[in-house]
C-alpha cells in the first residue's frame, strides 16, 4: 500500500493527525507538572518526550503553542522548572484526560484524579501515583520555524523511583517493572512485553543477551 | 529511591548512559536508510526519531555528529533525502547490529543481513524487511548548542504500508499489527499489546474506548 505526498494532502485533518501521528512509531507517554508564579497548578499529558544527551543529562519535548498544553509552556516559562512524570498502567485513562481544555483556574490533578506531590525546595509538582518521576530545569526553548512549535530541552536535576529494584546494576532502568506505558498515534496505550537486551554491537562479533539484576540485590 | 544531581554526576560513564537513557520512556526504534553521492549505502539505527506536526507531516530525529550515524547525517546533507523505516520483531537483531561502527565503506545492510529496496525516483534505499516505511525530504538542520547533538527534520513524503490493514478508518495505523518495537534504554527491546485507546478528552465528559476497523474491510 503506497500513500503519497498527494494522498496526505488531500486527507481529511483529523485522518491525517491520526496517521501521521502513527508513523514515528511507539512513543513515551509523560505527565508534565508544573505551577505558575502564584501557585496555580498544571498537568499535562505530553507524547513527545526524547533523550538528548546523558552528559549533561538533558531531555527534550515538542509544545504545540496553540494547542492544550500552552499553560504548561507559560509555567515553565516563567519558573524556569517541571517535573516529568511517567504515566503507567494503573493512571493511563486519568493521565489521557488531562489533555482535556481546562480553564486555567482549573487543576488537572485535582479534575481527573491525580495526587500533586511536593518535594523540599522544587516549586513543580510531581504525580504522587507515577512511579518514575524527575525534576527538571528548563535550560533553552526554541520554536521550529517549519510549523511553529516549541522545542523544550530541560536538564534532569534529580530522579525519584518508587521501586528501588527497577534500577539495574549497569544504570539501566525497567521500565516494565515501573508498568510504564507506551503510546501510539494520539490516543492508543500499550503495556509491553520485553524481547531481548542486546550487547554493545561491534563489527566482528555476534550479539549477545545481556542479563541485568537490580543494584542493590543480595547478589551484587 | 531518590537519586540527586551530584549522584548524577558521579555516576561512571556507561551507568549515567544506561540511566539517562531509559529516563524518557519507551522509544521509538527505526532504521535510517541513505547514500552518498556516489551510491555507497548506508543504514544505521536510531532511537530518537519523533512526530513534530502533521500539516505538514514532519518528523525530527536527534543525531549525535560524533558517534557511528556519522555517516547516516553526511550522506542525508549530501542527498537531501533519507527512509525511515520501523524496526520489527523479525529484525530487531540485525536492526540493532547496525549501530556497530563499520566503515564507510560498507553496506550496513549487508553486514547484518537486511535487504536493501529501491523506489523509482527516489535515491534512499528502504528496508525490504520493514512492514512500515517512510521516504522523508530533509528540511532542516541545527545544532543543539547545550550538547552539540543535531536536530534533524524531516518532510514525509510517501509512505508504504506492507499490509493495508493495518491502516484504520480513521487514519490511525496498527503498530502491532506491523510487529513494531519498542525500546527502553540503549538497548531493550519490547514487544507490544494493547491496552486501549481512548476518545478525545473532553472537560464534561467522560473518556471512552474507541474502536476502529481497516480502512478497506468489507464493513466500510
Do not use: W
Not at 14 to 41: C, H, M, P, W, Y
Not at 91 to 99: L, N, P, W
Not at 137 to 161: A, F, P
Not at 163 to 180: P, S
Request: proline residues 3%.
Amino acid at each position: 500500500m503506497h500513500i503519497c505526498s498527494a494522498d496526505i494532502e488531500n486527507l481529511d485533518k483529523l485522518t491525517r493527525v491520526n496517521l501521521i501521528n502513527s508513523l514515528s512509531g511507539f512513543k513515551s507517554a509523560n505527565l508534565i507538572g508544573t505551577v505558575d508564579k502564584l501557585g496555580q497548578e498544571n498537568l499535562s499529558i505530553v507524547s513527545s518526550v526524547f533523550h538528548i544527551g546523558a552528559n549533561p543529562p538533558l531531555i527534550g519535548m515538542i509544545i504545540r503553542p496553540h494547542s492544550v498544553p500552552r499553560h504548561t509552556l507559560e509555567n515553565i516559562i516563567e519558573t524556569g522548572v517541571y517535573t516529568i512524570n511517567h504515566v503507567n498502567t494503573e493512571i493511563f485513562a486519568q493521565a489521557h484526560q488531562t489533555s482535556a481544555r481546562y480553564d486555567k483556574h482549573i487543576s488537572e490533578f485535582e479534575a481527573v484524579g491525580l495526587q500533586a506531590e511536593y518535594k523540599i525546595s522544587f516549586k513543580a509538582p510531581f504525580v504522587l501515583q507515577s512511579k518514575l518521576k524527575m525534576a527538571v530545569e528548563l535550560m533553552s526553548t526554541q520554536t521550529i520555524e517549519l510549523n511553529q512549535t516549541e522545542l523544550v530541552i530541560g536538564k534532569i536535576t534529580d530522579i525519584y523511583l518508587e521501586d528501588e529494584l527497577a534500577y539495574c546494576d549497569d544504570g539501566f532502568v525497567d521500565l516494565e517493572r515501573l508498568n510504564t506505558v507506551a503510546l501510539s498515534g494520539l490516543d492508543k496505550y500499550h503495556s509491553t512485553t520485553a524481547i531481548a537486551r542486546l550487547s554493545y554491537a561491534k563489527c566482528d562479533k555476534p550479539l549477545s543477551y545481556l542479563a541485568t539484576s537490580p543494584k542493590n540485590s543480595d547478589s551484587n
